[in-house]
């Protein structure tokens, strides 16, 4: 099974900030890793696939990328919408599919 | 538009069933892989089941192996989740999702979720 570790648990930002996220694997996924978005009470959101394809809708200012197996998701400018919870998940080596235990991103 | 519609979610003894199902809507279900990804109250993501679009292929998470069993109609575009033995840790919001394809099982649309409880 391939675990998956995103750091830091919790992160607390300001609006306007640039902020990076991380989610490193166990071995190698090559790039079949996505990341979600949660906000409280809602469903996850799909992101990015393929380490670096943003999903359809999803802004500019959310971008992946990846070295070796430390995964990052970068976005460039904070704003009060991205306040959330962010989860990243590996599909390449499977079952199972796994997920990280998640990032919050809170209002500084 | 892509829609994902669960019910069925209700509290229910330890040991008990339930049946979940999930309506979908707005995309070509029967060359779609489904899955139930769950999620227990204030905790992470856990996937559960997948099946692909003919239901040839069918998957399951160790933890629920043997007492849940995924299921779909395509005449109806429905996915089910049957769910026996249940157990308090089997506590969860519980999400349909929807992959591009079998072997791309990212989870691209998602939705709102059904809450099952299993308490005494």
């Known amino acids: 099974e391939i675990m998956l570790t995103q750091s830091p648990a919790t992160l607390s930002v300001s609006p306007g900030e640039r902020v990076t996220l991380s989610c490193r694997a166990s071995q190698s996924v090559f790039i079949n890793l996505a990341w979600y978005q949660q906000k409280p009470g809602r469903a996850p959101r799909l992101l990015i696939y393929?380490?670096?394809t943003r999903a359809a809708g999803v802004p500019a200012r959310f971008s992946g990328s990846k070295s070796g197996t430390e995964f990052t998701l970068t976005i460039s400018s904070l704003q009060s919408e991205d306040f959330a919870v962010y989860f990243c998940q590996q599909y390449d080596t499977w079952p199972p599919i796994t997920f990280g235990q998640g990032t919050r991103l809170d209002i500084k | 538009e892509v829609e994902l519609v669960e019910s069925g979610g209700d509290l229910v003894q330890p040991g008990g069933s339930l049946r979940l199902s999930c309506a979908a809507s707005?995309?070509?279900?029967?060359?779609?892989?489904v899955s139930w990804v769950r999620q227990a109250p204030g905790q992470g993501l856990e996937w559960v089941a997948s099946?692909?679009?003919?239901?040839?292929?069918?998957i399951y998470a160790d933890s629920v192996k043997g007492r849940f069993t995924i299921s779909r109609d395509n005449s109806k575009n429905m996915v089910f989740l049957e769910m026996n033995s249940l157990r308090g840790d089997d506590t969860a919001i519980y999400y349909c999702v929807k992959s591009p394809n079998w072997g791309l099982s990212y989870f691209d649309f998602w939705g709102q979720g059904t809450l099952v409880t299993v308490s005494s």
């Open positions: 099946t692909s679009g003919s239901a040839t292929d069918i």
């Open positions: 707005g995309f070509t279900f029967s060359s779609s892989a």
């Open positions: 393929g380490t670096s």
